[in-house]
């Protein structure tokens, strides 16, 4: 695949348009997905409750506990101030999947998987945490 730059005023600023040929369609459209989950950033809150901007790529999870939205990256626990429905919606687009009724992941930070006893499954990510998956969502996890 050969890649062109080509610039044009008849853009509007902070637009870029990919063509492709129908074969390269699932390359770009992976290429996409890829640089939005660098660009796409969500606002969350600190312990200090200042506000944060996160990289959809720097999200390792979200969780809901006592009905608040949680958003973790490598070190640090945020809040997200919307529904939890919002953010799911949001980021099953790019590389997360729901692992319990109140927990999604972004597969680009699974260290490792794990069976248990019952069907679960456990992951550990890249920063050393642990996610159990729940029965219901255990088929989303390719071993």
Known sequence: ????????????????????????????????????????????????????????????????????????????????????KSIYQLLKNFAFIQVSRNTIINTEHIYSIKTLPQCHRKLTLENGENIIVNRKYKDDIII
Do not use: W
């Open 1 to 84: 695949m050969k890649i062109k730059l080509k610039r044009s005023a008849d853009i509007e600023p902070g637009c870029i348009i990919l063509t492709c040929n129908q074969a390269d369609h699932a390359y770009v459209l992976n290429l996409v997905q890829q640089l939005n989950q660098r660009v796409l950033k969500i606002k969350v809150f600190n312990q200090r409750q200042s506000i944060i901007h996160i990289a959809v790529n720097d999200i390792y999870y979200v969780e809901v506990i006592d009905a608040k939205v949680f958003v973790y990256d490598r070190t640090n626990s945020y809040q997200y101030k919307g529904k939890f």
